[in-house]
């Protein structure tokens, strides 16, 4: 079956612009989490879903990174104001459980000239 | 604070050798603790995890080895092959929905 898929593969905006990346998990996967890897290090947590609502958004680093997942399924990272330093891959993964195995997607290389 | 720690940052190993990857931890509360494999331009697929109550575990030519007291977990990969080449990943979690991630290990197998 379909794994998680992540669009755009590659995204190159301009400093202080907005971006929205998107996930579609896995069908029936209740659970959505979104990471982000920079280059040699390992994924960083920023947000978890279970259903709609966000289980834990901790690892968001400000105010300018908000996601959403409305009918529990989709789900959309958005970017505002971007700065340099936010140029990464993004990594969504989608459990069928809480607490399940994780699968990730391909990731977004978000590039911020 | 790097919640995991993980070493070598890179390994080169030959053909039919063990790669033998490192990974400690500080936060006693972690319960789970999976490695995941990278190619590049793709995303971490899960390879093989291992919760605290058992000491090791061995899929295949993967071995998790656990030691709790030492707040330490290993990756072996024994008769390590080319397509073994990847990066890898150790990883820990509470209650397993918050994932902290090792920096990573470059392995080489050479043919």
């Known amino acids: 079956g379909a794994g998680v898929s992540q669009t755009p593969s590659n995204k190159v905006t301009e400093k202080g612009k907005y971006v929205e990346l998107r996930c579609d998990p896995i069908?029936?996967?209740?659970?959505l989490y979104w990471y982000r890897q920079s280059l040699g290090q390992g994924p960083e947590f920023l947000i978890y879903?279970?259903?709609?609502?966000?289980?834990?958004d901790s690892g968001l680093p400000n105010d300018r990174f908000f996601a959403v997942r409305p009918e529990g399924s989709v789900s959309t990272l958005k970017i505002q104001r971007t700065e340099r330093g936010d140029s990464a891959v993004y990594l969504c993964?989608?459990?069928?459980?809480?607490?399940?195995?994780?699968?990730f997607g391909p990731g977004t290389r978000l590039l911020v000239l | 604070q790097q919640q995991v720690k993980q070493s070598p940052q890179s390994l080169i190993v030959q053909k039919g050798g063990i790669s033998i990857i490192n990974c400690a931890y500080e936060?006693?509360?972690?319960?789970?603790f999976p490695w995941y494999q990278q190619f590049p331009g793709k995303g971490p697929a899960l390879l093989i995890a291992?919760?605290?109550?058992?000491s090791e575990k061995k899929e295949g030519r993967f071995t998790i080895s656990f030691n709790k007291s030492a707040k330490q977990f290993s990756l072996h990969i024994m008769d390590s092959q080319p397509g073994d080449s990847a990066t890898y990943f150790c990883?820990?979690?509470?209650?397993?929905?918050?994932?902290?991630f090792g920096t990573g290990t470059s392995l080489t197998v050479i043919p």
């Open positions: 993964a989608s459990s069928l459980l809480p607490k399940g195995t994780q699968y």
């Open positions: 069908s029936g996967h209740t659970a």
């Open positions: 879903f279970q259903g709609t609502g966000a289980a834990d």
């Open positions: 936060n006693t509360a972690f319960d789970y």
């Open positions: 291992i919760r605290p109550d058992v």
């Open positions: 990883a820990a979690s509470k209650s397993g929905n918050q994932f902290y």
